[in-house]
Nanobody, 123 residues
Framework: VQLQASGGGLVQAGGSLNISCAASGSTFSDFAVGWFRQAPGKERDFVAG????????YYADSVKGRFTISRDNAKNTVYLQMNTLEPEDTAVYYC?????????????????WGQGTEVTVSS
């Protein structure tokens, strides 16, 4: 499966942004999808994940209650709605896919990666 993340940009603190991950090349509903982010000089961290059906979602504590992950398998797309953004959310956001049925939070569980979309939150 090939993944293409988009929708990043510059937003003020307290604002919102909705980023997308479009998939192609394989049956999208075979895959769970995760969002990860990497700030300059830091490791790539898990942000949110969603099961193949969309029934199960899971989040990092730092974004719980502010971010919402969803998917539309008919459109082969996963979304990350980010609200109440903070400067600490500034990073390149990557989507990734896995055939694992577990609620994977480790980047090593994901075998397919998109190229990333940059999100900058100004204070």
């Amino acid at each position: 499966v090939q993944l293409q993340a988009s929708g990043g940009g510059l937003v003020q603190a307290g604002g919102s942004l909705n980023i997308s991950c479009a998939a192609s090349g394989s049956t999208f509903s075979d895959f769970a999808v995760g969002w990860f982010r990497q700030a300059p000089g830091k490791e790539r961290d898990f942000v949110a994940g969603i099961s193949w059906s969309g029934r199960t979602t899971y989040y990092a504590d730092s974004v719980k209650g502010r971010f919402t992950i969803s998917r539309d398998n008919a459109k082969n797309t996963v979304y990350l709605q980010m609200n109440t953004l903070e400067p600490e959310d500034t990073a390149v956001y990557y989507c990734a896919a896995t055939r694992s049925t577990a609620s994977a939070r480790s980047l090593y569980a994901y075998h397919y990666w998109g190229q990333g979309t940059e999100v900058t939150v100004s204070s």
